[in-house]
């Protein structure tokens, strides 16, 4: 696996913002998604760009969804490229 770790600050109650396929958005509209439960464990406020689907390329869509104050960006998108042979 390959990931960027730029230090991050730390902050009471960050911003995030979510960016995904299927393994993140869930199958169903009121599935339990791990970034459901981090908001519900952690209090952070969460913005959910995920969807069924999704792909490299979708992700630029996906971004402009989130607002642009968030404080990080998780990513995990890929699998539907994978699956369907895309570059």
Sequence with gaps: PWAITPAVPRTAS????VIGDSVTAG????DSTWHR???AQ????IHDASRQGATLRSARD???LL???????????GGNDLLEGLD
């Design 67 to 77: 607002p642009n104050d968030v404080d990080l960006l998780l990513m995990e998108i």
């Design 62 to 64: 996906q971004l402009a």
């Design 37 to 39: 439960m981090l908001a």
């Design 14 to 17: 960050p911003t995030i913002g």
């Design 27 to 30: 199958l169903n509209e009121d």
């Design 42 to 45: 952690t209090g952070w406020q």
